[in-house]
């Protein structure tokens, strides 16, 4: 039995679509296709232009447990739960954070300074083989951090800032303070490129490494922590890493060294003491035997027998 409908014929054979039919039922709104394309070419450039991308870097650190070594007093000090694996974990974590160790790890690096190129579809920070660096020595006394200075190295001792020239390799004062101006010995870079240098505020660049920085353990009884930070370069995110582990290590080390003076100390001092006080007490027996005539008793009794 074979029925009536829009796709059916009588005698039960589906009817071929009509292609042509369709797009030209489309193509009445050309004008509207078009439109969208064009608005979303324009949204797809301005994010480009506008937006960041961020990369993910991380790295493991190996916490060492040498704080419950303490001899006898190993199993009193487990059973007050003060050398739990738990508590040496929070506490590197909270050294790792300190804005001491974060502070050391930006002036290393000249963190304060960002470099910027024009180059391409959008304004994007720069790190990696730059034409120059640049060191704030001393901020002014009233910094504009949001100054951007247009810099470009016009040879290996002329650097052109806003338009003026400035002598590389000496310190020079600009709008931001003190600067010094070092070329880099590659030449990978095209000569004469316009580069926007930023300054920033150590307290700034501290607080925001400090909230970008994520520290967690690798589970609940281990001792390695993952450390993890987002940047929009990279390899900045990773030297960044590196020299927090370097400073964090290094101040364990100064720790461990001022530790063992310390303690070499005391016991030096201890043994002088010590040392005077058993001098000044064969002196007092020596005096005592001379002043009640007393001499080697094995001696003398040798002579009475």
Do not use: C
Not at 147 to 170: A, C, W
Not at 196 to 218: C, G
């Amino acid at each position: 039995m074979s029925y009536n409908d829009e796709t059916t014929g009588f005698d039960g054979v589906q009817n071929e679509p009509n292609f042509k039919e369709i797009l030209f039922k489309y193509l009445i709104h050309w004008k509207w296709f078009a439109v969208s394309v064009i608005i979303a070419a324009f949204l797809g450039y301005t994010f480009l232009r506008v937006s960041t991308p961020l990369y993910k870097v991380e790295t493991d650190l190996l916490i060492k447990d040498n704080k419950g070594n303490l001899g006898g007093q190993n199993d009193l000090l487990k059973d007050l739960n003060m050398f739990s694996s738990d508590k040496i974990i929070d506490n590197e974590v909270q050294i790792l954070r300190s804005n001491t160790l974060l502070e050391k790890t930006v002036k290393g690096l000249n963190l304060q300074t960002s470099y910027f190129s024009t180059r391409g579809v959008r304004r994007h920070e720069i790190y990696e083989e730059l034409p120059f660096k640049v060191e704030l020595l001393k901020p002014a006394e009233h910094v504009d951090y949001t100054t951007v200075y247009q810099m470009r190295l016009l040879s290996p001792g002329t650097i052109e800032i806003n338009g003026k020239s400035y002598p590389t390799g000496k310190a020079i004062n600009i709008n931001s303070g003190l600067v010094l101006v070092t070329p880099a010995q590659s030449t990978a870079y095209q000569p004469k490129e316009i580069i926007e240098v930023q300054f920033s505020d150590i307290i700034d660049v501290i607080d925001k490494y400090s909230e970008n920085l994520k520290i967690a353990p690798v589970s609940k009884q281990g001792t390695v922590l993952i450390i993890t930070i987002e940047a929009a370069v990279p390899a900045k995110g990773k030297d960044f890493l590196n020299r927090l582990v370097y400073e964090y290590n290094l101040a364990a080390v100064q720790d461990k060294n001022k530790v063992t003076s310390t303690t070499l100390s005391f016991i030096t001092d201890r043994l002088n003491k010590l040392q005077e006080e058993l001098g000044s007490a064969e002196k007092k027996v020596e005096n005592y035997k001379s002043g009640n005539k007393i001499t080697d008793i094995s001696s003398q009794s040798q002579i009475f027998l």
